[in-house]
């Protein structure tokens, strides 16, 4: 992995010059996407963003014997939700060769 960051700043910074829009609004109207998103995963609904991908819920089921990285200690853990992304076609096909292309 390339370790390379693209922070919430660097992307508002990007769209405001692309699309030469104000900071603040492009700002405004990111925080509003994720707060969207935050809500309908809250109410157990899947998100579909389509040629990018889908956001939804799933249940982790629960385990006896997990072990806690800190102490080692073994501890118990119940069923519970989990968000999960899964990429459209198109982010598959873009990141398909990625770590080929890196490593060569």
Same mark, same amino acid.
């Given at each position: ?5 693209? &922070?919430?700043?660097?992307? %508002?910074?990007?769209?405001? /010059? =692309?699309?030469?829009?104000? *900071? ?29 991908? &889908?956001?939804?819920?799933? %249940?982790?089921?629960?385990? /006896? =014997?997990?072990?806690?990285? *800190? ?34």
């Amino acid at each position: 992995m390339s370790g390379k960051k693209l &922070t919430k700043a660097e992307i %508002i910074n990007n769209i405001s /010059e =692309k699309l030469e829009l104000n *900071k603040k609004d492009v700002h405004a109207v990111l925080d509003e996407l994720f707060e969207e998103l935050k809500i309908a995963l809250q109410d157990d609904k899947i998100v579909e963003l389509r040629g990018f991908g &889908t956001f939804e819920t799933r %249940i982790r089921k629960g385990r /006896e =014997k997990a072990r806690n990285p *800190k102490t080692g200690e073994i501890v118990p853990v119940k069923p519970h939700n989990v968000a999960v992304f899964r990429p459209g076609k198109e982010i598959k096909q873009l990141v398909w060769n990625l770590r080929k292309e890196n490593q060569e």
